[in-house]
């Protein structure tokens, strides 16, 4: 089955800019998907398709898909951006979907 | 706005069963692809189930395949999910999950999730 691997955490000062990989076979052919997840709260949607936001997410998140590593960017990090990140992919060999492990994001 | 609201979890003993619903509102339900995402405490997210916008495709992932059904009524625009034979492993919260149009499981809305916890 296919495999989605993240960093279990990422450090980064206020104001720096944070990245967040997520590995797996060849995934530059899958579109990727991010989640944001606060301290009790549900998942949000805050990339699309690689590289797209939702409205109303800001354009300091933004992705890559590119060889075999995704990447998350959140620019100007904020101490609002602590958070646990998810990537995400439909695998269409075994139609299923798969998510990374989670990585969290400490702001120093 | 979307809303998806679940219920139904509680504490079960193992082997036990349960039956989680969700309640969807604010979008046209019988349009959507539906899927059941699970969190255990601590841990990531893992994908259970998905059902297709009709009910007759469904598709499990191996950790529940054989204990869990899932299942929809559009007319009452609501999500289900009939767990069976459960384990201390499958604690966790069940989150009800809207898949938005297009391909690629893009999942746009997720309820608040309700709390399954096995144990005796």
């Known amino acids: 089955s296919y495999v989605l691997t993240q960093p279990p955490s990422v450090s980064v000062a206020p104001g720096k800019t944070a990245t967040i990989t997520c590995g797996g076979d060849?995934?530059?052919?899958?579109?990727v998907h991010w989640f944001q997840q606060r301290p009790g709260q549900a998942p949000l949607l805050i990339i699309y398709?690689?590289?797209l936001r939702p409205s109303g997410i800001s354009d300091r998140i933004s992705g890559s898909n590119s060889g075999n590593t995704a990447t998350l960017t959140i620019s100007r990090v904020e101490t609002g951006d602590e958070a646990d990140y998810h990537c995400?992919?439909?695998?269409?060999?075994?139609?299923?979907?798969?998510f990374g492990g989670g990585t969290k994001l400490t702001v120093l | 706005d979307v809303q998806l609201v679940e219920s139904g979890g509680g504490l079960v003993r193992p082997g036990g069963s349960l039956r989680l619903s969700c309640a969807a509102s604010?979008?046209?339900?019988?349009?959507?692809?539906m899927n059941w995402v699970r969190q255990a405490p601590g841990k990531g997210l893992e994908w259970v189930a998905y059902?297709?916008?009709?009910?007759?495709?469904?598709v499990y992932a191996d950790c529940m395949r054989g204990r869990v059904t899932i299942s929809r009524d559009n007319a009452k625009n609501s999500l289900f999910l009939q767990m069976r034979s459960l384990r201390v492993e499958d604690t966790a919260r069940y989150y009800c999950?809207?898949?938005?149009?297009?391909?690629?499981?893009?999942?746009?809305?997720w309820g608040q999730g309700t709390l399954v916890t096995v144990s005796s």
């Open positions: 604010g979008f046209t339900f019988v349009n959507y692809e």
């Open positions: 999950v809207r898949e938005a149009e297009g391909a690629g499981a893009n999942f746009d809305s």
């Open positions: 059902i297709d916008s009709g009910g007759s495709r469904l």
């Open positions: 060849n995934i530059r052919v899958k579109s």
């Open positions: 398709y690689d590289s």
């Open positions: 995400q992919v439909w695998d269409s060999s075994s139609r299923h979907v798969v």
